[in-house]
């Protein structure tokens, strides 16, 4: 179930997810935050990608960025996505793409998604850096969807 959002306060432009990790499904994030055209937009390219990284064997993704406040007009989705049981031989090359401040994967999908243990400079893994407002330094939440493998995939 995905949380009201918080205020949590200058220097923080929009209202943001509680701390921590919130299992939801891609319903629920339809419902919640595909609420205009744009917004629409965003989220069919994220369901798009989370659709390569399910063939993949990808099981789950946590999602974050804009798209998940209460900004009016988001420019896309961040997040990033469980590498365990991941066959790179499925894996749409774009998604390893980081090149270009991620430009492929942006024209693709619409968003981008780094690998969650993925080291983000000295900060940490990924995971860990989409849980803080970037203007304040606060903690935040962050979304996770568990994926079903696709139709036919062998467990």
């Given at each position: 179930?995905?949380?009201?959002l ?6 923080c ?6 701390p921590?990790?919130?299992?939801t ?9 595909a ?22 064997g ?37 998604l390893?793409d ?42 935040k ?13 062998r467990?």
């Amino acid at each position: 179930m995905i949380p009201d959002l918080i205020e949590p306060g200058s220097p923080c432009p929009w209202a943001v997810l509680p701390p921590g990790i919130h299992d939801t499904t891609l319903d629920e994030v339809e419902t919640r935050f595909a609420t205009t055209p744009h917004r629409r937009w965003l989220f069919d390219g994220f369901v798009r990608m989370t659709q390569a990284l399910a063939v993949a064997g990808c099981r789950s993704v946590y999602l974050d960025g804009s798209f998940v406040t209460a900004k009016p007009h988001p420019t896309d989705f961040d997040g990033c996505w469980d590498h365990i049981g991941v066959d790179p031989t499925k894996l749409d090359p774009v998604l390893l793409d980081f090149s270009k401040k991620r430009a492929a994967q942006k024209a693709k999908y619409q968003g981008e998604l780094f690998i969650a243990g993925m080291p983000n400079g000295d900060g940490g893994p990924f995971l860990d850096f989409f849980q803080v407002e970037k203007s304040s330094g606060l903690p935040k939440g962050i979304l996770r969807i568990s994926l079903a493998p696709p139709k036919g995939a062998r467990p």
